[in-house]
């Protein structure tokens, strides 16, 4: 092309740019839409950031907040398909928040963690009716991170309303087929995990061994009880490495068993 001359794009070449564009915003649109917003209410900073990480990780959009006051506030301003909260909150009922949800946000979908098993006759009367409404779903802690995503995932990809009753997920010692295959390795390998104390943050060293390992994670044991959620990190043996505990169940009395996803 000489100086001076402009090019001029070919009718059929300016067609298939507009084509390309459209199919490039509808895809991006596309994908937004599929994306579905989660509010998580615990006043626990270390489990908030552990189920943030896994959550967003699984494509879905993550909101935390710490007290109901702050998730009314949020719910007011936003739309959320999911709320995940703490049975036992410090500003509010979060057996109240539900409720208030079940009748002003009625396609936001509850989760509630509970601190132990709820067994049938010691219910809350409150907790009855919220099973019987269908309301919410209950998980009780601690649970394996697979089955909370199983039950996450399951809930934002239905339509229909939710089928009411309890849901408790025992803490089983086995695991499902990974991904990635590990090779079992049994050495000594401390680990540091933080710890909420009195309002203060602690770093805590673990002493543990490991089972196996690969690219993804890792499995050991320990005399610590690890929770699902809670975040550890390694040393330079395992180049400064950090994880989150996906599940962990009692070998006996005083040994724990833990898979950790690297994060």
């Known amino acids: 092309m000489l100086p001076g001359e402009h090019h001029t794009l070919h009718p059929l070449s300016r067609a298939w740019i507009r084509c390309v564009s459209a199919s490039v915003l509808e895809a991006s649109v596309r994908e937004e839409a ?55 909150l410090r500003d509010l009922s979060s057996l109240g928040l539900a409720n208030f949800i079940r009748h002003s946000y009625p396609q936001t979908r509850v989760i509630i963690m509970t601190t132990c098993r709820l067994d049938v006759p010691a219910l809350d009367k409150n907790i009855k009716e919220l099973r019987q409404s269908g309301v919410c779903q209950f998980i009780a802690k601690p649970f394996d991170l697979s089955d909370l995503l199983g039950l996450v995932n399951h809930l934002l990809g239905s339509e229909d309303e939710m089928h009411s009753g309890f849901r408790y997920t025992p803490v089983t010692a086995g695991r499902r087929t990974r991904k990635c295959r590990r090779a079992a390795v049994d050495r000594y390998l401390p680990f540091q995990l933080a710890v909420i104390s009195q309002g203060q943050t602690q770093r805590w060293v673990i002493e543990a061994r490991t089972t196996d390992i690969s690219d993804t994670g890792i499995g050991l044991t320990t005399r610590y009880p690890l929770k699902a959620t809670q975040v550890v990190s390694f040393g330079k043996p395992m180049d400064e490495r950090t994880g989150i505990v996906v599940w962990s169940s009692m070998v006996d009395e005083k040994t724990c068993r833990a898979g950790i996803k690297f994060c």
Do not use: M, N, P
């Open 34 to 88: 599929l994306k579905k917003r989660i509010l998580i209410i615990d006043d626990d900073q270390l489990i908030l950031y552990g189920l943030a990480k896994v959550l967003t990780d699984d494509f879905h959009e993550v909101k935390t907040v710490t007290t109901a006051t702050a998730a009314l506030d949020e719910l007011a301003a936003s739309c959320y398909d999911l709320c995940l909260l703490d049975l036992h």
